[in-house]
């Protein structure tokens, strides 16, 4: 799935995505170092969220076979 930005796309800081996904910020954070969210990305030390992500489910990590 491929994810392209343009100049229209709205983003959200760390604090408005984890209360728009009710969770932790720390876990959103998280999700998002470990490249779990598509589209998020760091402007500085600041992370931020595309709204057109935040409406597709995160990307779980999948158990190796048994």
């Not at 994810?3 to 954070?29: G, I, S, W, Y």
């Not at 595309?50 to 990590?61: D, E, F, G, K």
């Amino acid at each position: 799935m491929n994810f392209q930005m343009d100049n229209r796309t709205r983003v959200l800081c760390l604090h408005a995505a984890a209360k728009r996904l009710q969770m932790p910020e720390r876990t959103l954070r998280y999700q998002a170092s470990r490249g779990r969210i598509e589209g998020a990305f760091k402007e500085g030390k600041l992370w931020k969220f595309p709204v057109t992500a935040l409406t597709s489910p995160i990307r779980q990590a999948t158990a190796g076979p048994g």
